[in-house]
């Protein structure tokens, strides 16, 4: 019998309403398999200040400390309620940052994943879509401009500026380029290096790096593209790309262009891995205008708990199972508001009435 423990944090808006799907998923898959999950929730997010005073409060960081992986909801409040927290504790830069920078969560992997079944979802034109999307954006995830110091002041003459710094060592490349390597060899064997070496000296160092990094996997083949390129080859012929590998920002930018050419950011889940612990989370914000109306549908949650289960606890079969699961209700013709709109052959349900379609599904699959 495997025991985990796992520190669920719901987060702002939508994130305690999908989390609950996550949770009953979580908790079948325990009636399933050999493997008891320990789950401690914990407040994390805009709410966390307001009721803690910080947004990733003391109690919080102990017990994802203890926790074998933090299944975290997403995080933040309208732009107009966020001005009522000061600018110095708002959850991205005091809790999710530190998070990320306290267990060195260094490789986000966040698929970019559409069957052909639910090729509707998407804006592209089938014709584009063809067998439908399935990549991966391998982002770097502490380092680069998110993570420099940062300058504001006001300069000789007299101007407010504003200065940030980009910084990367050798090593922090080369581990995640190992990271991306090794999941290209997993899958296809091509790895789309994407980079700005045309304008930018942490790109020339990065591909330095690349070179040397690639001469252990001789296997696989590089292809290397501006990131500005790469966002409108993103849109004209995403079949292309298998693994994409970049730095931070880069990857910010492009995993949401990956959700725009599924048709949501609701359907892009990811994980987030550091030495010692890794964290799953939604790549999407806690879309406040959404939230409450049990609307929203929990595939980014769910797929994120279907990620930990086998990259942290080696469940890849169970894995495999619970994406098929939420691929089925899809596939029956089901969605959610946010995703879809009414009319045609779409039946609308609700966030938790997906859920439980999911683990009716999942319910009916052989296990091992
Ligand atoms: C993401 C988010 C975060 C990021 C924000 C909320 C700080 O956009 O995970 O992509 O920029 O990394
Ligand atoms: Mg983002």
């Known amino acids: 019998m495997n025991y985990f423990k796992i520190a669920l944090l719901e987060g702002d808006g939508i994130g305690p309403e ?28 805009a709410g966390a200040y307001f009721t803690c005073g910080h947004p990733f409060p003391e109690e919080t960081q102990a017990i994802c400390d203890e926790a074998d992986a933090i299944l975290k909801g997403p995080i933040g409040l309208s732009h107009e309620e966020s001005q009522k927290i000061p600018v110095d504790m708002q959850p991205e830069r005091a809790a999710l940052l530190p998070m990320r920078r306290r267990y060195n969560t260094f490789a986000n992997f966040r698929p970019v994943s559409l069957p052909r079944g639910l090729a509707h979802f998407s804006p592209l034109k089938p014709e584009i879509i063809g067998d439908g999307i399935d990549l991966i954006i391998v982002r770097e995830l502490v ?44 899958r296809k064997k091509v790895l789309h290096n994407i980079h700005k070496s045309n304008v930018l000296k942490s790109s020339v160092l990065w591909n330095e790096v690349l070179e040397e990094v690639a001469a252990d996997y001789s296997d696989v083949e590089v292809r290397h593209i501006l990131v500005d390129a790469a966002a409108t080859l993103l849109c004209l012929d995403p079949g292309q790309f298998d693994v994409m590998v970049m730095e931070n920002m880069f990857g ?73 699961a939420m691929q089925s209700v899809f596939a029956d013709g089901y969605s959610t508001p946010d995703l879809s709109k009414p009319g045609g052959s779409v039946t609308m349900i609700k966030t938790a009435e997906f859920g439980d379609r999911v683990i009716e599904s999942l319910r009916s699959m052989p296990t091992g």
Not at 149 to 174: A, F, H, P, T
Not at 284 to 301: E, K, L, R, T, V
């Open 143 to 186: 380092g680069g401009l998110y993570f420099g110091e940062k300058e504001v002041g006001v300069n000789e003459q007299g101007l407010r500026y504003v200065k940030e710094s980009l910084e990367y060592d050798e090593e922090q490349i080369r581990r995640i380029l190992h990271e991306a390597f090794k999941l290209a060899m997993r």
């Open 252 to 324: 910010d930018i492009l995993s949401d262009q990956g959700g725009g050419i599924l048709g949501s950011l609701g359907l892009m889940p990811s994980a987030c891995k550091g030495p010692e612990k890794s964290y799953y989370e939604p790549s999407h914000g806690s879309a406040p205008d959404i939230a409450g109306q049990s609307i929203a549908n929990p595939y980014s949650m769910i797929g994120s708990v279907a990620m930990m289960l086998e990259d942290s606890f080696a469940m890849t079969m169970e894995s495999k199972n619970v994406w098929s």
């Open 18 to 45: 999908i989390m609950r799907e996550a949770v009953k998923v979580l908790r079948l898959v325990e009636e399933r398999n050999d493997v008891i999950f320990e789950l401690t929730d914990a407040p994390f997010g």
